[in-house]
């Protein structure tokens, strides 16, 4: 499974479907058993390679997977992402 992320969205556009994707990410997440650890690896890094590879900026990215991961709030993104032209 893979989520719907665009290699055309600006870090406006992707903090926009943050919050579906995280939900969706979770979803995913869940639906492994967790003796199933390759899956669970496997889907975690094509998730993490698919937000590395977009156009940004390496702190917008990381700020990014910190927040998939429950390490960084989303109105932060947002307030960032608000004050970008």
């Known amino acids: 499974m893979e989520l719907q ?20 990410y979770e979803g995913v997440l869940a639906l492994f058993y967790y003796r199933d650890l390759k899956s669970i690896v496997k889907f975690k890094k094509a998730t993490r390679d ?16 910190e927040y998939m991961n429950g390490f960084q709030f989303l109105y932060v993104l947002k307030s960032i992402a608000n004050r970008q032209k």
């Open 5 to 24: 992320i665009d290699p055309s969205w600006s870090f406006k556009e992707t903090v926009e479907h943050l919050q579906a994707l995280k939900s969706q």
């Open 50 to 65: 698919a937000f590395y590879s977009l156009n940004l900026r390496e702190y917008q990215k990381d700020l990014i997977w």
